[in-house]
């Protein structure tokens, strides 16, 4: 009885192996090319075109394609010819208007002056800086540190633990060379975001992440002097400064 299912047995293992068996598996070593039986294809293979690759759909064999022209990106300036940055194609007053994301070893690139991280901006900062600031903090880290940095960005309500508090006073004495870094490169478990972040916006999000700090850790003495007077109550409040009386 034993040997005739035993014979059975090895006649279905065969059997099987000969008809399904050693195609392109992913546990066995790649034998052939053909791909596996699937009774559930679950859409693992589509007819698409991988990021790079050739295709013969297209006359001149190339899968990417070139933009149609005159499309521009959404939300940023699109890269200018700037032969004189000064003279008007830039935006921000700056010298790094046009998209950079990556170029030189100087402190703009790399928030470094040798070996040492730096501090200050490379370029003088306006009110447009920090407008542009808020504007990209808040698409891109707002969601884990929070509009006021203080770590708790939706994201940290989801399960993601360990988002820095970026008003902690290790972060507040941190140079600017270094967060402009871990906008960069990341930091820990946090990505880099530089491949998605030009450099002038790196360096405008440094330069709103320290006005938020600021706003954190206010004295009455950041007021100035004629409000704080009507504050302090040193002189008769004005008009429209005077708390509600009860
Ligand atoms: C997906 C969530 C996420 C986003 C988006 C994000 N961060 Fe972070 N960030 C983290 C986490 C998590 C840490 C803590 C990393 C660690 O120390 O493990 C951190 C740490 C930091 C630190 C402290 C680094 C240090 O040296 O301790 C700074 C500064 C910082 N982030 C700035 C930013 C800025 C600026 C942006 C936007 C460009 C940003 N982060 C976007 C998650 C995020």
Known sequence: MVRYFLFLLALITILVVSIAGLRDYSFLPHKT?????EIFPDMVRQDKVKAQAPSDFYADGRGARAHVAGTVPVGYTAPQACSQPSSGCATMG?????????????????GKTGTNWGNGLPFSATMATLERGRERYQIQC??????????????????????????????????????????????????????VIQLSDRWAIVAYIRALQ???????NDVPSAERDALTGTNAPSATNAPAKP
């Open 33 to 37: 090319k053909r791909p596996p039986i």
């Open 94 to 110: 700056s010298p790094y208007d046009v998209v950079v994301f990556s170029g030189k070893e100087d402190y703009a690139n790399t």
């Open 142 to 195: 707002a969601v884990c540190h929070g509009a006021t940095g203080a770590g708790n960005g939706i994201a940290s309500k989801y399960g993601l633990v360990g988002v820095a508090n970026l008003q902690q006073q290790r972060i507040r004495d941190m140079s600017d060379g270094e967060i402009y870094n871990t906008i960069v490169n990341g930091k820990n478990t946090m990505l880099g975001y530089g491949s």
């Open 214 to 220: 600021r706003s954190q850790n206010a004295t009455i």
